[in-house]
Structures are given as C-alpha cells and as structure tokens.
C-alpha cells in the first residue's frame, strides 16, 4: 500500500500557504523516488531516477517565481 501524500488542505485559522503545501508535496515525491534510487540494482536505472531528483528539484525552484 502506498505511504499517503501529506495533506495541502488548509489547516487552522490561517490555511496553509500553497508554495509550502507544493514544496511538502515535492518534498515527498523526491524522498519516494530517492527510496526507489538507492533500492534499485541497476546503475542506468539508478542514475535516471538520479536526473529526475535533479530535473524535480529544479522545477520547484521554479514555482515560487509562478505562483502570486
């Protein structure tokens, strides 16, 4: 079964604001994929999953410059 996405929803009185609920987010998937990277046998895989991390981390850079 797979581990659950934290939650975006607003929370308390003020909410959540949405770059950090999109860096949570982002957070969580490169930890998943770098979980399967270091789990994985092969060196060509590993090393896709390797530019991926890469290619996420740099479209969150990104968002901020986006979003209002």
């Not at 957070?27 to 990277?37: E, F």
């Amino acid at each position: 079964m797979p581990e659950e996405v934290p939650d975006p929803s607003p929370s308390g009185e003020e909410g959540q604001d949405p770059r950090r609920a999109i860096d949570a987010a982002f957070d969580h998937l490169v930890a998943r994929i770098q979980a399967a990277h270091f789990d994985h046998r092969n060196p060509s895989r590993r090393k896709e999953f390797q530019r991926l991390v890469e290619r996420l981390r740099r479209a969150q850079c990104e968002i901020p410059d986006l979003l209002p």
